[in-house]
């Protein structure tokens, strides 16, 4: 439902603002800011991409939870799609995933809104050939099942101490 609201509400807003600002300041100078988004935007996610890379291999290296270095670089991509897709609302929204500030909150919103139940780094060469990683709680042993006493009046012999002959 969310995302049929966003195909429709988006591109109305985006017209409108064409509208206005077109009304306002006139055809090419409105089609120039346009153009000239795209091209800042480019630049700025292209520095911004590099510098997330950057972290993310960082994490990588030091072997640190890449959730976050893995949000910002997904939301910059977000921000390059937007900022190439003409309109004034779009290209506020890229421009303001390239702030770092808001990516952090937007990250701690989300993560906020998400449970992780596991997380897990290695390469997998720590489990023993052949073995299955699911293998790792096994514990092998050997049981003996203990029946019940017929004659529960008299006690076990099993909490007795050492017998002396």
């Given at each position: 439902?969310?995302l ?10 985006e ?12 055809l ?6 346009v ?5 800042l935007?480019?630049a ?11 972290n993310?291999q ?8 890449p ?10 991509l977000l921000s ?11 290209d ?7 702030v770092?500030?808001i990516?952090?909150a937007v990250?701690r919103y ?16 720590q ?8 293998d ?13 006493r017929?004659n529960p009046?008299?006690p076990s012999?099993?909490?007795e ?5």
């Open positions: 439902m969310y049929f609201l966003a195909f429709l509400l988006v591109p109305i807003i017209i409108a603002l064409f509208i206005q600002v077109g009304g306002l300041i006139g090419w100078p409105t089609l120039a800011i153009v000239l988004t795209a091209i935007g480019t700025l996610v292209r520095t911004q991409g590099r510098m997330a890379l950057a993310l960082r994490s990588f290296a030091e072997l640190d939870d959730t976050e270095p893995l949000a910002h670089g997904a939301m910059i390059g799609a937007l900022l190439l897709t003409p309109g004034f609302f779009t506020a929204i890229g421009f303001a995933l390239l770092p500030g990516r952090v990250f989300l993560k906020s809104k998400v449970k992780v139940t596991q997380f897990q780094m290695g390469t997998g060469a489990f023993r050939t052949g073995a299955s990683p699911f790792e709680d096994v514990i092998d042993g050997e049981f003996t099942e203990v029946r019940p017929q009046s008299k012999k099993w909490v101490g050492p017998h002396q002959h």
